[in-house]
């Protein structure tokens, strides 16, 4: 069974960029799948980031591309975020997940425990 | 963007009751491809159904689901205390992939 791990730093200040990483055990994230990042600001509802497939394949939410790096660590089975210039509306947990699906059709099927974020300064 | 509305905010329901809750989108979801999640508190959501009625590996046949184009329906058949916790419609037919804002189930 799979399981994801997120991790990260919880506190970060405005303007930096924050590095999220998502260790993956239970299977190869390099076998098939896409793998994804999902945030949810306290006490709000679930707004998806970005999602890369084991096929190189990366979709993003065009509202956060211009701040959003996905990458994909095969060797250590982890992909992981990048998000850009912080202010505190980008403070939330961020859950990392499996997807399941078709192309660029695709369900949250697994998810980590999810890693709180906070921006401040 | 296609946007996803759940009503009611609230449900008010006792358990063994019949729980109906609806997800609405602002325009055709192609393929019938929404999902439902499940999230109790402190917790990660749950994947519950996708395909607008496939329920996910090792969920209770007690939840159903059903609807297409922009209308779309999780049934509860019969409540279970642990059922009274949040639920979310997502869309993934269109890119970007939404989520509506959650109906909360609370007990009556």
């Known amino acids: 069974q799979v399981q994801l791990q997120e991790s990260g730093p919880g506190l970060v200040k405005p303007s930096e960029t924050l590095s999220l990483t998502c260790t993956v055990s239970?299977?190869?994230?390099?076998?098939?799948?896409?793998w994804g990042w999902i945030r949810q600001p306290p006490g709000k509802g679930l707004e998806w980031i970005v999602s890369i497939c084991h096929s190189g394949n990366t979709f993003y939410n065009p509202s956060r591309k211009s701040r959003v790096t996905i990458s994909v660590d095969t060797s250590k089975n982890q992909f992981s975020l990048r998000l850009s210039s912080l202010t505190a509306a980008d403070t939330a947990m961020y859950y990392c997940a499996r997807l399941s699906g078709v192309s660029g059709s695709r369900w949250f099927e697994s998810w980590g425990q999810g890693t709180l974020v906070t921006v401040s300064s | 963007e296609i946007v996803l509305t759940q009503s009611p905010g609230t449900l008010s329901l006792s358990p063994g009751e019949r729980a109906t809750l609806s997800c609405r989108a602002s325009?055709?979801?192609?393929?019938?491809?929404l999902a439902w999640y499940q999230q109790k508190p402190g917790q990660a959501p749950r994947l519950l159904i996708y395909?607008?009625?496939s329920r996910a590996t090792g969920i209770p046949d007690r939840f159903g689901g059903s609807g297409s184009g922009t209308d779309f329906t999780l049934t509860i058949s019969r409540l279970e205390p642990e059922d009274f916790v949040v639920y979310y419609c997502?869309?993934?037919?269109?890119?970007?992939?939404?989520f509506g804002q959650g109906t909360k189930l609370e007990i009556k």
């Open positions: 395909g607008a009625s």
């Open positions: 325009q055709s979801v192609s393929n019938s491809y």
């Open positions: 997502q869309q993934y037919g269109s890119s970007p992939y939404s």
């Open positions: 239970g299977y190869s994230i390099s076998s098939d799948y896409c």
